[in-house]
């Protein structure tokens, strides 16, 4: 019920009961009910208190009488009392006048208690400690003497006394010391009454009588005093079994002013919090803070909900954070916590070492290693005192079916077959060690132009970095008529851009190694463009004489248009190789590059070369993606042509829609299907799986963005040479689509680059992939 508040306590029904609750909390909270009186003028105080004692007055008439009552029931059969052969109603109106004697009696102390506080005081805090005081004595007293006089019968008069002064010596005590009654001080109590109790009969020659009078009475103080009365109802809440929705109407949770622990009030408590978790934390805490005779059972109760907390974990670092609220102290199992946190922080460790393995084989023997720590903690704890003996092997119990499970699953991993790594995000591909992909549509564009009758007027092969020109050249063998040479030159090498001198002597070399039973060619200390006409044109005959044709490619040749700038190479090297290709119809001039000949700027490239074709490298379709993803291997020499060694993936290994979906997020880019290839198998090899799954291939492109930072950094960022064409791009950071660039350069710079694709008039990066990392990482 919700109360009024004492100020505004009259005579009606309602406010009776509110009365009597008050009454109730100065019987199990007086701190309470005193700091209720304090909140009130000293000069309504009195009027408020004297209003509870009156609403007080009849419950204890009626209790005396009920007691009268029970004490004649007890002694009426008893032929010797000299009650046996009175009425009963001669007893009741013999009586009722000394209950009322008891009544005034309490009455008048009541008011010369108060008087005498608010006479020596007149502080607030002290007018209501001693009103508080005065209706606890004032009731205590009317008890006392109304029963007494009521019964007439010595022992029982003195036994009740006994109880009563137990009860109200505690408030009384709370009162005056804000201390609840230890059992020392209790006893000291107890003790005092008892005494005066065997006096009183010693004195009348009653010794025997007054000695077991006394041991009665000291217990019966004693027990009043501790509230002990309350034992019997605690079996209700612990037998057969704890009942935790019931703890609310335990006393401890409404009185206190118990002053000895409960049995198994631990046990329900850790109940009544997985019953009720916010009620039951707040419960612990506030018998933790204040109330200390009960505080043991909750800091049991508290640790044995940390230890059922870890019970749960279903990763083993957090348990440190958990086993990091276990109370320490000085005794008992307390002082065992701090070694328990050590004991637990290593098992944490391992288990964060093991979420960073990646490689099997170290993550199955980390997995054994963190088994064989939580079984020696099981071990070792069982030597420790409760409850964290038994509440912390249970909960060792639920960490090793964890550790166990990933045990399992890196053995899992470790002895599968693991899927073959052959995909290459790099360096130009070997077809016979890693997965490739001929370029039909390339490398049949450049079959006609070498085989032209006339002679090939030479060959741009452009593409955008790292769409897989490079890997073109390198394995034009075997897609080339049998009658072509192909012979690659890379830019890129530092004897090619040092001098002319080493330019012309690497061509030679290669020739000469092309045709080593019919060309010979006497290289000297120094070489220029003279000797690298008749080179060509030796080797031009040779090949006229054997109906052959050699395909020169001179793969990043940017760089020959840097080392013009550069002064390193004369600017009649591009005459030597305009005479080369109108003269040498048997040898084709290859120009691979990720530049289109208009971007260069050191020489008229254009000019020289002017009947040059060009063939662009085109991304990937979905056909050429899903032949490698499913047949890498395919155009390998190292196995037999139907071999079942060959490696080979199954669609499905991809997932759901894998295939087109890695189509999708690399947007065609022959490097960038390569990435998320490679880092989907790495990932697969790593986990206890055999194909791909949404969370693995999500997984998959955030490692794929970080592993391939450096190239996805170029494509977007390093190439944004304009003004503003940088700031353009970042903007897909917060919109997915954007009107084009007003700035003619830069629209026409990110078309050519193929970062754009167009829908409904705007823009949007054509590569899922390059989105993800300009949001991430850009």
Wanted: glycine share 6%.
């Amino acid at each position: 019920m919700t109360p009024k508040p004492l100020d505004k306590i009259r005579w009606s029904w309602h406010d009776h009961k509110s009365a009597l609750w008050w009454l109730g909390l100065l019987y199990r909270r007086p701190t309470k009910f005193r700091e209720a009186l304090q909140s009130i003028p000293p000069n309504k105080q009195f009027f408020c208190s004297f209003l509870l004692y009156i609403h007080s007055i009849i419950y204890i008439f009626f209790i005396s009488i009920l007691i009268r009552f029970l004490a004649f029931i007890v002694f009426l059969f008893n032929t010797n009392n000299k009650y046996a052969e009175i009425n009963i109603s001669d007893i009741f109106s013999a009586h009722i006048g000394n209950i009322f004697y008891g009544i005034f009696y309490g009455f008048f102390a009541f008011f010369i208690f108060v008087t005498a506080i608010f006479t020596i005081y007149e502080n607030r805090f002290y007018s209501a400690w001693g009103i508080a005081l005065g209706i606890t004595g004032g009731i205590g007293l009317e008890f006392i003497l109304g029963i007494t006089y009521a019964v007439n019968i010595e022992i029982i008069s003195f036994l009740m006394v006994s109880i009563i002064v137990g009860v109200f010596g505690a408030v009384i005590n709370v009162l005056i010391t804000d201390v609840v009654f230890t059992l020392r001080s209790a006893s000291q109590l107890s003790f005092f009454v008892g005494f005066s109790f065997a006096l009183i009969y010693s004195l009348n020659g009653k010794l025997i009588i007054g000695v077991l009078v006394g041991v009665i009475v000291i217990m019966l103080t004693l027990s009043s005093a501790l509230r002990l009365y309350y034992r019997p109802i605690n079996l209700f809440f612990i037998f057969p079994k704890i009942k935790g929705n019931k703890y609310p109407y335990h006393p401890i949770a409404w009185d206190n002013l118990c002053s000895l622990p409960f049995p198994k009030l631990d046990r329900l408590l850790v109940a009544y919090t997985e019953f009720d978790p916010e009620n039951g934390y707040r419960e612990i805490e506030r018998l933790i803070n204040h109330y200390p005779s009960q505080r043991k059972a909750a800091i049991n109760a508290r640790t044995i909900l940390l230890a059922h907390q870890t019970a749960k974990v279903e990763n083993l670092t957090t348990l440190e954070s958990i086993i990091a609220q276990l109370p320490e102290g000085e005794k008992g199992y307390l002082k065992q916590t701090p070694k328990l946190r050590r004991m637990a922080s290593e098992i944490c460790q391992l288990q964060t070492r093991l979420d960073t393995m990646s490689r099997p084989f170290l993550k199955e023997s980390l997995a054994r290693t963190l088994r064989i720590e939580i079984e020696n903690f099981k071990h070792q704890i069982a030597g420790f005192y409760e409850p964290l003996s038994s509440e912390f092997r249970k909960a060792a119990d639920h960490w090793l079916k964890i550790a166990d499970e990933q045990w399992q699953r890196a053995q899992a991993v470790l002895s599968k077959n693991p899927s073959p790594q052959v995909f290459r995000a790099g360096d130009p591909v070997d077809r016979n060690q890693e997965a490739f992909v001929p370029r039909y549509n390339v490398v049949g564009e450049l079959e006609k132009q070498i085989m032209l009758s006339t002679g090939c007027p030479g060959i741009i092969l452009y593409g955008r970095r790292r769409m897989g020109k490079s890997t073109i050249l390198k394995n034009l063998y075997g897609f080339l008529p049998c009658s072509v040479v192909p012979l690659i030159t890379s830019m890129e090498k530092a004897e090619m851009f040092t001098s002319i001198s080493y330019l012309v002597k690497h061509i030679a070399q290669n020739l000469a190694a092309a045709f080593a039973q019919s060309f010979r060619f006497e290289l000297g200390s120094t070489h220029d463009l003279v000797d690298l006409s008749r080179i060509l044109a030796r080797c031009n005959a040779i090949l006229q004489d054997k109906n052959k044709r050699v395909f020169l490619a001179i793969d990043e040749y940017e760089y020959i248009d840097r080392k013009i700038g550069d002064q390193i190479f004369p600017l009649d090297l591009l005459a030597t190789i305009r005479e080369s290709i109108q003269t040498h119809r048997n040898i084709t001039w290859a120009f691979s590059g990720s530049h289109e000949i208009t971007e260069l700027v050191n020489a008229q490239w254009t000019s020289y070369l002017v009947s040059v074709r060009t063939i662009e490298v085109p991304l990937f379709t979905l056909p050429e993606t899903r032949l490698l993803l499913t047949e890498p291997m395919k155009y390998s020499t190292l196995w037999e042509k139907d071999s079942p060694q060959r490696p080979r993936f199954d669609a499905s290994f991809w997932g759901e829609n894998g295939i087109e979906r890695v189509h999708h997020e690399a947007g065609g880019w022959p490097h960038l299907v390569q990435l998320i290839a490679e880092t989907i198998v790495d990932l697969i090899n790593d986990e206890d799986k055999r194909q791909v799954d949404e969370d693995l291939f999500n997984w998959a492109l955030d490692k794929a963005i970080v592993s391939g930072h450096n190239v996805l950094y170029q494509l977007m960022r390093g190439e944004s040479t304009l003004p503003g064409e940088w700031e353009y791009l970042s903007a897909f950071r917060k919109r997915s689509a954007q009107p084009p660039p007003d700035d003619e350069n830069i629209y026409r710079s990110l078309r050519r680059r193929l970062l754009i694709a167009e829908e409904g008039g705007e823009w949007r990066l054509r590569v899922p992939l390059m989105e993800r990392w300009l949001k991430q990482r850009g």
